[in-house]
């Protein structure tokens, strides 16, 4: 059987919202805006992080220009009044707001949705939507912007996204692959994760971005198998750039007699490769 692909995320984060029709190019580059000031530039003394947090957490929180995120939407608040409490930004009348606008919005999450929220304030996380996928019998795993929880027979293993995902970055690409065996060969089928991400952050001669790809295998275990960074150059991230055209089209998995893993991206030819168990 040849390999199964299904794609779980491939996210425009600047999304149309549900009833309020598409945001002009205007408001799309307003909103990009926006996220460079807060994930791109919050080293820079002169970024209005304040501002910038306050207005896309209410953005996610009602939906405007993006979709809908309320737990985004108040980590985003969160970070607004953590920005306005700290130096050289320092301002009680900012933090005020951003305490009442908490305060508002806020109080309904509940406690997991909370605990979310605080952890993507300090690192937030874009483009993961949650996800369960059933392996095999017995064995599944849960995928959200806290992380990568696998469930078999052998127990179970966390890993957290921020260790692989860099804060402040866009998921581009989160897809799950089944090898299966050449015909005729008596060997489990096998369990992959592809992952891509897209950076960005200033430097001495401007912006600069990359996109960053990494593999999983998952068995009793979630280990990173390959990696590697596809693209590179100058420029922003916000609004996120398309995936190359092979990495959209579908990495290719081939398992050999051995067991093996051969993978390959198509069009990258330095991007290919072979692993075991």
Known sequence: MPPLFVILVLPAMLAVTRGTGQPDQAELAHIASLHRSVYELPALPSSPVHAAARELGLRYIEGRGVERDPIQGCALIELASWDSATAPREDAAARKDAEGLRKLHCSGLSTNQNDEAWQLAGCGIFGVRPQVIALAPGSQIDISRRGLVL???????????????????????????????????????????????????????????????????????????????????????????????????????????????????????????????
């Open 151 to 277: 469930d078999t027979p052998a127990g179970r293993k966390t890993m957290p996204l921020s260790g692989h995902v860099g804060c402040g970055h866009q998921v581009a690409l989160l897809r799950y692959a089944r090898v299966d065996p050449p015909v005729g060969l008596a060997l489990p089928s096998r369990h992959l994760l592809e992952v891509a991400e897209w950076a960005s952050a200033p430097g001495i001669t401007g912006t600069r971005r990359a996109l960053q790809w990494f593999l999983f295998d998952i068995t009793s275990t979630i280990e990173v198998v390959a990696l590697g960074t596809l693209e590179e150059g100058a420029g922003s991230a916000w609004p996120m750039p398309p995936l190359p055209e092979g990495l959209e089209s579908g990495t290719t998995f081939t398992m050999q007699s051995s067991g093996a893993i051969r993978w390959e991206i198509p069009g990258e030819p330095t991007h290919r490769g072979e692993f075991s168990e």
